[in-house]
């Protein structure tokens, strides 16, 4: 395996890890519905929480790892595969998709769960009634536990696109023939031999050609 894929997929995992890490991370220091007090009829006072620094730093990895992953293999969409029978390539491409889908869901509820927790002396009004909105519990876990699974995905997308652009060449090219020190090998051309036998011809004849 390459120095680069070994590089960009330990990047890539580390910062899936630490996205899902901080994920559930604010999942723990999310504001509860016991924790906030109504000091009015019509004001919540809510404490702070590190929910809101630890969710957007769940969304910020997760946004850089699908980043890194992307611009890594290119535009996928862009590119028609002339082997359709490769199965590298139809994996690649399974987990292209489910690797978007799964990150747009985190990513979404990692940043609706940071900016309902970042709520000061706010309140809402329901048919006449008053109501303190908290984050519902699995609102981030739900979001490390789909960033984690995109992570994952994207790692997999990569690893299957670079190892369908190995096999065979899907990609219509060709690897010419390496020898040592990155020296190209090739066979020697030869000029073609004559399989006609020497024509041996009588002294008499050479002599009647000199004198005529």
Same mark, same amino acid.
């Given at each position: 395996m390459e120095r680069k894929v070994v590089v960009i997929c330990g990047v890539v995992g580390?910062? $899936?890890i630490l996205s899902a890490a =901080? *994920? %559930? $991370?604010? #999942?723990? =220091? &999310? /504001?509860? *519905?016991?924790?906030? @007090? !109504?000091?009015?009829?019509? @004001?919540?006072?809510?404490?702070?929480?590190?929910?809101?620094? +630890?969710? +957007?730093?769940?969304?910020?990895? +997760?946004?850089?790892? @699908?980043? /890194?992953i992307n611009v890594a293999t290119g535009c996928i969409c862009c590119r028609k595969n002339p082997n359709p029978s490769n199965s590298y390539w139809t994996m690649a491409l399974v987990f292209f998709v489910v690797s978007w889908f799964t990150f747009i869901i985190a990513f979404l509820l990692l940043l609706t769960g940071a900016a309902l927790n970042d709520q000061h002396g706010e309140d809402s009004i329901y048919f006449g009634n008053y109501y303190c909105y908290v984050v519902k519990p699995g609102v981030f876990a739900g979001g490390a536990v789909l960033s984690l699974a995109s992570v994952s995905l994207g790692i997999l997308y990569?690893?299957?696109l670079t190892r369908a652009k190995d096999d065979g060449r899907p990609w219509g090219t060709s690897a010419p023939n390496q020898g040592v020190g *990155? /020296?190209?090998?090739? &066979?020697? #051309? +030869?000029p073609p031999q004559s399989t006609q036998g020497p024509v %041996? !011809?009588?002294e008499d004849?050479?002599? &009647? &050609? @000199?004198f005529t």
């Amino acid at each position: 395996m390459e120095r680069k894929v070994v590089v960009i997929c330990g990047v890539v995992g580390l910062l $899936g890890i630490l996205s899902a890490a =901080t *994920g %559930f $991370g604010a #999942e723990a =220091t &999310r /504001i509860k *519905g016991s924790e906030v @007090q !109504v000091t009015t009829p019509t @004001q919540c006072a809510y404490p702070w929480s590190p929910a809101l620094p +630890l969710g +957007l730093t769940a969304a910020v990895a +997760l946004m850089i790892a @699908q980043v /890194i992953i992307n611009v890594a293999t290119g535009c996928i969409c862009c590119r028609k595969n002339p082997n359709p029978s490769n199965s590298y390539w139809t994996m690649a491409l399974v987990f292209f998709v489910v690797s978007w889908f799964t990150f747009i869901i985190a990513f979404l509820l990692l940043l609706t769960g940071a900016a309902l927790n970042d709520q000061h002396g706010e309140d809402s009004i329901y048919f006449g009634n008053y109501y303190c909105y908290v984050v519902k519990p699995g609102v981030f876990a739900g979001g490390a536990v789909l960033s984690l699974a995109s992570v994952s995905l994207g790692i997999l997308y990569y690893l299957s696109l670079t190892r369908a652009k190995d096999d065979g060449r899907p990609w219509g090219t060709s690897a010419p023939n390496q020898g040592v020190g *990155g /020296i190209a090998m090739g &066979r020697p #051309e +030869l000029p073609p031999q004559s399989t006609q036998g020497p024509v %041996f !011809v009588h002294e008499d004849t050479y002599m &009647r &050609r @000199q004198f005529t």
